[in-house]
């Protein structure tokens, strides 16, 4: 491999690691500070890559299609918390699971409804179907925005985690919530936005995936298992273990699935190598994560709290 295309893999890796944690940022906070598990935070991807792929081939306008995008998953996401979730908040973790589970059930057959159980294309837009020139090599643009996006909104989670009173209000709220109740704060509001916001961030992961992945029921499962990898290896409720670990996933997949197989063809013959090569990047990242949880069980990047 030569080093162009090794920095072309790492830069796949980046994009794909910036994507895991536009995922893995709203189910985090969701997950580690509401304490709420959420197995349907992969449907809300989906629905909102439906949603935004529908608006761009109506109207044929991908900035239109964003900006429709964000209050469309926040009202799906408030909907779904206040009809759906909201009394499961003191209940056990079953109990999430099991309603969870259904309401994957339920988008994946609304989406077969809506939009037909065939995938549903979302053609990158002309203004962004070019490549950009990035210190000598030539990288799509679109999948740079991919990256652009995906650094802002890690720096937008930092700064309303760290620099705003909502911030400050939801990491009290996740360590003394009886305490922070009595001082008058709506805790089920706060909990309501953040599920909201939750929603936002899963429903714009969706729309970046749109135009490279085909938008189809079912597609939010695949990506909701390495975002529970990410969230593991990062540490649970840590917004940035989530987007350290993110990336790390990312680079280590991709470059997996490119290098492994050309390793293994200098020491197996070339079908055996291009058998065992694909499987063995596809273990990769459990492998990380298990070497991780041996190490720090408590994820890379554990929260403290007090």
């Known amino acids: 491999m030569n080093l162009t295309l090794f920095v072309m893999q790492c830069l796949n890796g980046l994009q794909l690691g910036v ?74 973790h079953l109990d999430q699971v099991l309603a969870t589970f259904g309401l994957i059930l339920f988008f994946n057959e609304l989406a077969r409804m809506i939009w037909g159980a065939s995938p549903y294309y979302m053609e990158v837009p002309d203004w962004l179907s070019g490549t950009i020139n990035l210190f000598g090599i030539t990288y799509p643009a679109y999948r740079f925005l991919i990256i652009v996006v995906g650094l802002a909104v890690a720096g937008g989670c930092y700064l309303l ?81 989530a987007f350290l670990a993110a990336l790390i996933v990312g680079v280590v997949d991709t470059l997996g699935r490119t290098l492994l197989p050309a390793l293994l063809r200098g020491l197996f013959d070339r079908s055996t190598a291009d058998t065992a090569g694909p499987a063995l990047a596809s273990m990769l990242i459990y492998l990380v994560m298990a070497v991780v949880l041996a190490i720090r069980p408590q994820g890379l990047f554990p929260v403290k709290h007090g």
């Open 19 to 92: 994507l895991l944690f536009l995922m893995a940022a709203g189910l985090t906070l969701v997950f580690g500070i509401m304490n709420f598990v959420n197995l349907a935070h992969g449907s809300l991807y989906m629905m909102g890559a439906f949603i935004a792929a529908s608006v761009y081939n109506h109207t044929g306008s991908f900035a239109l299609a964003a900006l429709s995008l964000v209050p469309a998953m926040l009202a799906l996401g408030l909907a779904v918390e206040y009809i759906a979730l909201k009394k499961l908040y003191d209940r056990d």
């Open 161 to 241: 985690s760290h620099k705003t009173r909502l911030g400050m209000l939801i990491r009290a709220g996740a360590t003394h919530r009886q305490m922070v109740g009595a001082l008058g704060v709506n805790i089920a509001l706060l909990n309501s936005l953040l599920f909201g916001l939750g929603a936002v961030l899963a429903g714009v992961a969706g729309l970046m995936a749109g135009p490279i992945l085909s938008v189809q029921p079912g597609m939010g499962e695949p990506i909701l298992i390495l975002t529970m990898v990410v969230i593991v290896i990062g540490g649970i409720g840590s917004v940035r273990g």
